[in-house]
């Protein structure tokens, strides 16, 4: 993994430019990057070169009909740029136009088929098929574009096709399913019928070893990333499952919006440039948690993986209120 | 088992946990008290609630001040190990740190896990650790303390409110003490200390600390203090401290006040002399001074029961732990941790480097009003987990009871609480209307037809009583 660059900041106004605790990212098909913020609920709409271009479903309200949030977990486009997002709370998927209005909804809390409970990982296959991560049911459920309930699989457990609070999700480019399969620290691939092909990953700290994996992504190579939440990492394997690298981050400041902050903020800046912001830490604080709590530039609280157009790797981190670009 | 055996058992996890249920007691008192008074002192997994569940569906929290306490709430509600927590919040009130200055939760955070690590153990290493830590160093200005500029609000406070009391010092101690500590600081302290004060997320979020010394700003003169000569480091000053008869008397006593009895009499008295017995025969464990109190005659004769005023945070985590309102990671804990807060005791947030002033001080017309509002809620809420359990234990027993077995019976199952005969008069009238409304002989009430919510109502009628409000 090559670092390429770091879009956001913190904006805990929840308003404009910046994220506040964000969860996912998705891009529509002109490339624009669509962050779901899950603190002070809103998606904002910004370039790769962090042009801040809009926000809509914002927990203020910014305009007519506009559809608030509860709990929004994962972040999605089909082929006709309509956005649909997930919400654990609500137990629905709301969708979206690409120019932010609200378009429709669907589901309901339960547990019987088309029913959620936790909604949190969501997907969408190259025939817009949607498959959505029944958390707290430890199930995946396969719609149609238009909701129709196809079929689902999974039950919780530990062995295969079984869950134990899962989480992200993805399809590759033969629509191959992975899903994070959070509290069994595993990622599981299945068939786009549900079938299941293999199982990555056992518990532990170790290179091929995971500790509650929260999201998964593939590139066009089949090479498989996963943010390791646990071990604040993201993990490669190659698509035989075979390690490949990992990386702790590596952020740098953005050139944008950051970098105006210092600009007007010198007294930050300048007893930053005189820190050390990988330090050392002592015995009792050399855990992934505490470093990367210490540590600006590492992963803190990853959340989700996405690939761009151009397949590059966005790794979004709740904690750190930025997203990672690497290729 | 006999009664006053579990009433024993019952003033024991009152004063060293949270309180606990009937069942919970009974099963307990399958071991003796000194057993349980072992497994208190040495806890094993706490089988707190996970900490990757709280964070996954908590987002971040602890960023905030709040939330940053509701971490420390999840846990105080869900642990196997009460004394370990109650010791942590017991030194989280005696070393009283803020969120206000340093806008930091997370180190706050760190500061409580130290507590906790450090609880049972040596005192001179958690006045050791204390001294290490960040948000304490930032919270009395530490980081300030250099060679030549020597800032002497750690100092003076480490000597007076944390480890030996006014009047057992003086003025020249205080400094001296201070300029060993200097160059005790915060890693990244010129940065950290602007964003500090500042209150800046920007860029990325907090960033948390950890300790830094820094040999060249430490001032390596010779020092003088309490009547010994060196060239001092801080180290060496915690070693001279908890060696004074002053720093025994002073933490024996704060834990005496804190688990047994506001006040000190003479027979309390005795009591503290053994703890600082036991204080220097074992090398300042903490852990001893806690066996040699609850081991006491004078606890363990119930001399003790009522004469302690629950502290806000006690009385809510109590209630949870029996109502179990609170069993997954819920938006409901910032409005329980709110409650502390109105009570007068936010976690994270004492109102000064004091700490809380407490017994009877806990007590004035808006905290109560909260005080009885909160408990009265929880207990009266029979959809809650913890409630509906307690309920259901009447099911199956069709007998006749007397109102004032009825009133045994609720007070047993929710801790044993020892009711005076004044307060027994009181509920035994309600009782009684509450029979005549519904036709019954409240002589011998046939429990079967006694609404549930009404054995609800009682327990929540005793958790307001002035009984179950103190210890």
């Not at chain 1, 470093?291 to 996405?306: N, R, V, Y």
């Not at chain 2, 000190?264 to 053994?274: M, N, P, Q």
């Not at chain 2, 069993?327 to 004492?350: E, W, Y």
């Not at chain 2, 004044?422 to 019954?440: G, Q």
Request: hydrophobic share 35%; aromatic share 12%.
């Amino acid at each position: 993994m090559k670092y390429i660059k770091t879009i956001g900041m913190i904006s805990n106004v929840g308003q404009g430019r910046g994220f506040f605790n964000p969860n996912s990212c998705a891009f529509s098909s002109s490339g624009d990057m669509f962050m779901l913020n899950s603190g002070l609920n809103r998606v904002t709409v910004q370039t790769f070169d962090e042009d801040f271009l809009t926000e809509f479903a914002t927990w203020y309200g910014n305009k007519p009909g506009d559809k608030k949030l509860n709990t929004p977990t994962d972040l999605e486009f089909d082929s006709n740029d309509r956005l649909y997002i997930t919400d654990e709370v609500e137990n629905a998927i709301f969708i979206y136009d690409v120019e932010g209005n609200f378009i429709d909804q669907w589901g309901k809390a339960g547990s019987n088929q088309g029913e959620f409970n936790g909604p949190s990982g969501l997907t969408i296959d190259s025939k817009d098929n949607i498959y959505v991560v029944d958390q707290y049911n430890n199930r995946v459920q396969k719609f149609s574009k238009d909701g129709e309930f196809i079929f689902s699989w999974g039950e919780f457990g530990n062995n295969p096709s079984e869950f134990n609070l899962p989480w992200g999700i993805c399809v590759d480019n033969s629509d191959n399913i992975y899903v994070a399969d959070w509290r069994n620290d595993r990622v599981q691939k299945f068939t786009q019928d549900g079938e299941f092909v293999f199982s990555l990953g056992t518990t532990g700290r170790g290179k091929e070893e995971l500790i509650r994996p929260s999201d998964v992504a593939v590139d066009s190579n089949f090479n498989i990333y996963i943010s390791d939440w646990g071990n604040e990492r993201v993990v490669v394997l190659d698509k035989e499952g075979v390690y490949v690298s990992s990386e702790r981050g590596q952020s740098t400041l953005t050139t944008g919006w950051t970098t105006e902050f210092f600009e007007s903020n010198v007294d930050e800046r300048d007893t930053r440039e005189i820190s050390n912001l990988i330090p050392s830490l002592p015995e009792h604080l050399q855990t992934p948690y505490h470093e990367s709590s210490q540590s600006e530039p590492l992963f803190w609280g990853i959340t989700d993986l996405a690939i761009d157009n151009f397949d590059r790797l966005y790794v979004t981190e709740l904690r750190r209120h930025r997203c990672q670009i690497y290729e | 088992m006999s009664k006053p055996e579990i009433e024993l058992m019952a003033h024991l996890i009152r004063n060293a946990g949270f309180g606990e249920t009937e069942p919970e007691l009974l099963a307990r008192c399958k071991n003796s008290y000194t057993d349980n008074l072992e497994f208190l002192l040495n806890p094993g997994d706490p089988e707190v609630m996970p900490q990757d569940i709280i964070l996954r569906m908590n987002g971040s929290l602890d960023e905030g001040p709040g939330t940053g306490a509701s971490d420390w709430m999840y846990r105080m509600v869900t642990t196997k190990n009460p004394l370990e927590e109650k010791l942590t919040l017991f030194f989280h009130g005696l070393f009283a740190v803020a969120y206000s200055k340093g806008n930091q939760a997370r180190s706050q955070l760190n500061q409580i896990d130290t507590f906790r690590r450090f609880a049972f153990g040596s005192f001179k290493d958690l006045l050791l650790e204390l001294s290490k830590d960040p948000a304490m160093i930032f919270w009395l200005d530490n980081n300030e303390n250099v060679s030549g500029n020597v800032n002497e609000n750690y100092g003076r406070e480490l000597l007076e409110l944390f480890a030996m009391g006014v009047g057992n010092y003086n003025e020249e101690d205080v400094k001296e003490c201070s300029r060993a500590f200097t160059g005790w600081t915060i890693y990244n302290m010129e940065y950290m200390r602007v964003k500090a004060i500042k209150d800046s997320f920007s860029p990325f979020g907090r960033i948390a600390w950890h300790f830094e010394y820094r040999d060249h700003e430490h001032d390596h003169g010779e020092k003088t203090f309490l009547g010994e000569k060196g060239k001092f480091n801080g180290e060496d000053i915690i070693d001279i401290i908890v060696r004074q008869p002053a720093t025994a008397r002073f933490i024996c006593q704060r834990l005496f006040q804190f688990f047994a009895c506001d006040k000190v009499d003479l027979k309390g008295a005795d009591v503290i002399s053994e703890m600082v017995r036991n204080y220097y025969e074992s090398g300042y464990q903490i852990r001893s001074v806690m066996r040699a109190l609850f081991s006491s005659d004078y606890f363990k004769s119930l001399a003790t029961e009522n004469c302690r005023v629950r502290n806000p945070v006690e009385l809510v985590v109590g209630a949870l732990r029996i109502s179990e309102s609170i069993s997954t990671p819920s938006p409901a804990i910032t409005s329980k941790l709110d409650t502390t807060n109105f009570m007068g005791q936010g976690l994270l947030r004492p109102p000064s480097v004091e700490g809380w002033h407490e017994a009877e001080e806990w007590i004035d017309s808006g905290s109560l009003v909260e005080r009885v509002n909160f408990v009265a809620k929880e207990f009266r809420d029979s959809s809650q987990p913890g409630i509906k359990k307690l309920l259901d234990s009447f099911i199956g027993h069709n007998q006749n009871i007397s109102s004032q077995d009825l009133i045994d019976r609720c007070t047993s199952l929710i801790g044993y609480v020892n009711l005076e005969s004044k307060t027994k008069e009181s509920l035994l009238k309600h009782i009684e209307r509450k029979c005549i409304d519904l036709d019954l002989n409240s002589k011998q009430i046939d429990i079967s037809q006694l609404p549930q919510e009404f054995i609800a109502e009682l327990f929540s009628l005793i958790s307001i009583t002035p009984e179950y409000q103190m210890a």
